[in-house]
């Protein structure tokens, strides 16, 4: 072992000089330090190298890559961290994924979350689906979750019990023909099954939906495939959700009965005003009482319908989230309906504003509509089991 005077030893059994402890170590190009001129110690007489020195007790010639096993065991340099740069489309990314997170979990919410009711029910002599889709619409008016001061806001009055104000037809096609929103007179008289003749909304009041579906397909000879009912106070809240709804009153409406007054002109509807839009028939404005009433219905519905597609509604959260609670309390469907299927029926119904959807009363004999007219009504629905046109002479206008 000979010492050398930058404190380094040589020692021919580990191949070469290695330095002492606490000694300066030796610098290699490339490890953070310096490059220097390393002196090799001279061998010593007699030394023979051996095949795990294959320097001779030196180090190892410039540019030379020594094995694994012989590097010196010195960490290597920490490298340089980069500076992340912020990426303006993964950020974006980013927000749209969250965006639709939102969005999924409050469609699953208002899914699990409505109200069912199992309205459509099997029962013999029920006839075979036609082409394309019917829904049964009801408006129901129960006053069941209105305490005193909600009916005096809605003027709904006190009655007990629950019946219909409003009863529809929505057919949508498989085709290429335009929807169809039908009013069916809730004063017409028809065969209740296991009732006997009455008015149609004694169907509801009799046995609720499945016996109002039940009589509708008896005597119209179509099946319905999805049923919905909305209610006085459910109506309010979700037309006060979105902001009101804009309308174009042509006559000024004083009802008689609950003594609202809607002035003429364009105006935006509250829930309190157009309930009673919507239910209004005693009054100058409706002349033809319940025929002039399912006509109010029918605009209604087209233009809630519009207000409630434009992104304005559906993308400010001051609308959407009062909307999302209000959706499960105001909306009733059968047991396999889901949003997806209401969805679908909103979107279609949009477009009885722009004359997209043909609206009409299904065809009675007179202005009292008690009475169906036989001939006209066959083709009516003969049309909306084939999915063929309706004309306005199958229609009750």
């Known amino acids: 072992m000979n010492e050398h005077r930058n404190g380094g030893v040589y020692r021919p059994e580990a191949g070469g000089f290695r330095p002492m402890s606490g000694g300066p170590a030796p610098v290699y190009p490339g490890h953070g330090g310096r490059p220097q001129r390393t002196k090799v110690m001279p061998v ?15 180090y190892p010639p410039h540019g030379h890559q ?3 096993h012989q590097q010196p065991a010195y960490p290597p340099p920490a490298p340089a961290r980069r500076r992340r740069r912020r990426r303006p489309g993964r950020v974006l990314l980013t927000l749209f994924v969250v965006f639709l997170l939102i969005v999924g979990g409050i469609w699953v919410y208002l899914d699990f979350s409505i109200n069912r009711v199992n309205a459509l029910t099997d029962y013999p002599g029920r006839p075979a689906a036609g082409q394309g889709t019917n829904w049964l619409i009801v408006g129901s008016d129960s006053r069941e979750g209105l305490d005193a001061q909600a009916q005096e806001r809605l003027r ?39 009732r006997g003749r009455n008015r149609v909304n004694a169907a509801f009041a009799f046995g609720g939906a499945p016996l109002l579906v039940q009589t509708v397909e008896q005597f119209t000879g179509l099946r319905i495939d999805h049923y919905a009912e909305i209610g006085f106070a459910g109506f309010a809240e979700m037309v006060d959700a979105i902001g009101g709804v804009e309308m174009d009153i042509e006559t000024e409406i004083r009802d008689e009965t ?11 509807l509250d829930g309190a005003a157009a309930l009673a839009f919507v239910r209004t028939r005693k009054s100058a404005a409706t002349p033809r009482s319940d025929l002039d009433r399912v006509v109010n219905q029918r605009k209604f519905i087209g233009a809630f319908a519009s207000e409630l597609a434009k992104p304005q509604t559906l993308l400010n959260p001051l609308h959407l989230f009062p909307l999302v609670g209000a959706i499960p309390e105001a909306l009733t469907v059968d047991t396999n309906d ?6 679908a029926l909103g979107w279609s119904m949009r477009g009885i504003s722009s004359d997209q959807v043909i609206t009409g009363t299904m065809p009675v004999t007179s202005g009292s509509a008690e009475r169906l007219d036989q001939a006209k009504a066959g083709q009516l629905f003969d049309a909306l089991r084939n999915d063929t046109p309706v004309t306005p002479d199958m229609l009750f206008l």
Request: hydrophobic content about 30%; glycine content about 12%.
């Open 44 to 58: 010593p007489p007699g030394y023979q190298p051996s095949p795990a020195d294959p320097y001779q007790g030196g």
């Open 66 to 68: 020594q094995p694994a």
């Open 156 to 194: 709904t009055g006190d009655t007990a019990g629950k019946r219909t104000d409003t009863i529809m037809i929505a057919h949508l096609p498989d085709g290429d023909t335009k929807p169809v929103l039908l009013s069916i007179p809730r004063d017409l008289e028809v065969e209740i099954p296991g």
């Open 258 to 268: 609950t003594g609202v007054t809607i002035p003429a002109g364009r105006q935006t």
């Open 338 to 343: 889901h949003l997806h299927h209401v969805a």
